[in-house]
Nanobody, 127 residues
Framework: QVQLVESGGGLVQAGGSLRLSCAASGIYFSDLATAWFRQAPGKEREFVAAITWSGDSTTYADAVKGRFIISRDNAKKTGYLQMNSLKPEDSAVYYC????????????????????WGQGTQVTVSS
């Protein structure tokens, strides 16, 4: 049974930091690209960041570039999203996803290309 389980969400003040984790089981995590998406109330789910299976390449949405860092530990089957300088507009449910698409240096950003999804973790940034 494939599972992606997010953790690390919570309430933080603007300017603060959070680190999200995504623990995988039931899949060959090291073969899959991973990404984070988020969905705020009343809005569509949007891409945040992604990393290739090898960890050699990353890509970010413009809104988080320079503030968020995506990483992974294949030995632990865990992905991470370090979120710094958080803003109230970063408040959303954050989802971890994994994809069979992409290569060593390219990683998909489109939601439709992601095969496995977690349940999400809430991040709330107060002003």
């Amino acid at each position: 049974q494939v599972q992606l389980v997010e953790s690390g969400g919570g309430l933080v003040q603007a300017g603060g930091s959070l680190r999200l984790s995504c623990a995988a089981s039931g899949i060959y995590f090291s073969d899959l690209a991973t990404a984070w998406f988020r969905q705020a109330p009343g809005k569509e789910r949007e891409f945040v960041a992604a990393i290739t299976w090898s960890g050699d390449s990353t890509t970010y949405a413009d809104a988080v570039k320079g503030r968020f860092i995506i990483s992974r530990d294949n030995a632990k089957k865990t992905g991470y999203l370090q979120m710094n300088s958080l803003k109230p507009e970063d408040s959303a449910v954050y989802y971890c996803a994994a994809s069979n698409s992409g290569g060593r240096y390219s990683v998909p950003r489109a939601e439709v290309l992601y095969d496995f999804w977690g349940q999400g973790t809430q991040v709330t940034v107060s002003s």
